[in-house]
């Protein structure tokens, strides 16, 4: 089930309510049919708003479409940084890497329309509407790097291996997933167990 809303335990008021509806209905919207096929009255429809009503909160469609770029990378940063902190001390690198690969998938193709938005339409919207977004994304990346680095340094990755490339590589193919996935055909578990095997044996000291 995709959890798209923002969680608050203040109260707030009814306009910041709307903006939120209106952003969740084009995370979900954007990640359905992508830029092109993203229409201001199909977010309207689902959000439950007149398609004008959208404009008092953004300014245009790609000012919607950079929003939720953003908050997709930007959540999925966050919540792998809190899924590692509450990791035990003595969680080895490794396994920290196994469990970061578990939380990418998940959340991606489970928790939230934002990750699967930002992710399917990176390479198809409008250069100013990248610049935002792929800031969050250069710092998510860099918490890989972070996490091969020790794990390297810990002899738990070969230290042959070119860890950047192998990153990029690993990044690139776990964010693949969501154009074939299909969880009638493999589920979830079979595809997190897979991707982290491919890790352990590919990048694993043998």
């Known amino acids: 089930?995709?959890?798209?809303?923002?969680?608050?335990?203040?109260?707030?008021?009814?306009?910041?309510?709307?903006?939120?509806?209106?952003?969740?209905?084009?995370?979900?919207?954007?990640?359905?049919?992508?830029?092109?096929?993203?229409?201001?009255?199909?977010?309207?429809?689902?959000?439950?708003?007149?398609?004008?009503?959208?404009?008092y909160y953004f300014s245009s469609r790609d000012e919607l479409v950079e929003e939720v770029m953003w908050v997709g990378a930007n959540r999925v940063r966050l919540h792998l940084e809190e899924v590692l902190a509450a990791l035990p001390a003595h969680t080895s690198q490794m396994d920290r890497l196994m469990v970061a690969v578990d939380a990418h998938l998940r959340f991606e193709l489970q928790l939230s329309h934002y990750a699967t938005a930002s992710i399917r339409n990176a390479g198809h919207v409008p250069?100013?509407?990248?610049?935002?977004?792929?800031?969050?994304?250069?710092?998510?990346?860099?918490?890989?790097?972070?996490?091969?680095?020790?794990?390297?340094?810990?002899?738990?990755?070969?230290?042959?291996l070119d860890i950047n490339v192998f990153r990029l590589l690993l990044l690139g193919a776990l964010n693949w997933v969501v154009e074939w996935w299909n969880p009638r055909t493999r589920s979830l578990d079979e595809l997190v167990a897979t991707a982290q095997s491919m890790v352990r044996n590919g990048a694993g000291v043998r």
Do not use: C
Not at 4 to 31: C, F, G, W, Y
Not at 131 to 160: H, K, N, T
């Open 1 to 55: 089930m995709n959890t798209t809303a923002t969680e608050s335990t203040s109260p707030t008021p009814k306009s910041a309510h709307t903006r939120q509806r209106i952003l969740d209905a084009a995370a979900e919207v954007l990640s359905r049919k992508g830029y092109a096929g993203t229409r201001l009255a199909d977010v309207a429809a689902v959000a439950r708003v007149q398609a004008p009503a959208i404009y």
């Open 127 to 160: 250069e100013q509407i990248r610049i935002r977004p792929a800031a969050e994304e250069a710092l998510y990346s860099r918490l890989w790097r972070d996490l091969f680095v020790a794990a390297q340094q810990a002899g738990e990755v070969r230290p042959d």
